[in-house]
């Protein structure tokens, strides 16, 4: 996350726990008139479209008043779906076992983008194993990763 992401993470969260949710992650996509602020909301038994209206409705008001984002931009609350976005670690430890996308910001092996197996999360790097190949890669250089949903 970027400063602006962490910033408006710790100011929103307080009121999306008071309403029975947690922070999934937040991601900010600054592009001009078009700028979008996602914010992913999970809780335990599931999110609902209402629990996503209402979230919207309170957190909108919160970013109104502390103006951290100067200027326009949509808001969008969801669940961080079947495809859920890892934002840090704990996220990639708790998804050890699952298949994984992961997008690098600089290339790691002459590669970008792996697909594999998530077998392990240790001292800030994801082990992910393609066939007969594991890579360490740092979380640091992660851009965007993804659980690969599986419909057994």
């Not at 710790?10 to 992650?25: D, F, K, M, Y």
Request: glycine content about 6%; overall charge negative.
């Amino acid at each position: 996350m970027n400063r602006t992401e962490r910033q408006i993470d710790s100011l929103v969260q307080p009121t999306i726990e008071a309403l029975g949710c947690s922070v999934w992650g937040v991601e900010y996509l600054s592009q001009g008139r078009h700028s979008r602020l996602r914010i992913y909301i999970d809780k335990p038994d599931g999110v609902s479209v209402d629990d996503c209206a209402e979230i919207s409705r309170q957190v909108g008001h919160v970013l109104d008043v502390e103006d951290v984002i100067r200027q326009e931009y949509t808001l969008e609350v969801s669940s961080p779906g079947f495809d859920r976005i890892l934002f840090n670690e704990r996220q990639f430890q708790d998804n050890v076992g699952e298949t994984v996308d992961v997008r690098l910001n600089f290339p790691f092996e002459g590669r970008k983008h792996f697909v594999g197996v998530l077998t392990a999360v240790e001292q800030s790097e994801a082990h992910v194993q393609i066939e007969n190949d594991e890579y360490l890669l740092p979380l640091e250089n992660v851009q965007r990763a993804r659980v690969v949903p599986r419909f057994d």
